[in-house]
Nanobody
């Protein structure tokens, strides 16, 4: 059974850092695009950072220079390093896998994790 499990969320002060992990089971990540998405209360789910099977990456303007996505195919895990966190980064963060994903858009990703809460507050 194909499954994605996120971890690493929590409460952090503004300016702090967190590293999210997305571990795959039941399949290998090698040939999938993997994306991190987030959804704040009352807002639509949005793409944060995505990484293709060839290692090319995309990051939304709101997080560029602060968030870094990376993948470790040997561990079937994708990471999202989040630095200089701001209150507006508060959301539930989801990872997702897409077989044919091209854009970092939720509608292009088929397999989703359950999400992990990130709260940035003093």
């Amino acid at each position: 059974q194909l499954q994605l499990v996120e971890s690493g969320g929590g409460l952090v002060q503004p300016g702090g850092s967190l590293r999210l992990s997305c571990a795959a089971s039941g399949f290998t990540l090698d040939y999938y695009a993997i994306g991190w998405f987030r959804q704040a209360p009352g807002k639509e789910r949005e793409g944060v950072s995505c990484i293709n099977s060839d290692g090319s990456t995309y990051s939304a303007d709101a997080v560029k220079g602060r968030f870094t996505i990376s993948r470790d195919n040997a561990r079937d895990t994708v990471y999202l390093q989040m630095n200089s966190l701001k209150p507006e980064d508060t959301a539930v963060y989801y990872c997702a896998a897409g077989d044919l994903a091209y854009y970092c858009s939720p509608r292009e990703y088929e397999y989703w994790g359950q999400g992990t809460q990130v709260t940035v507050s003093s």
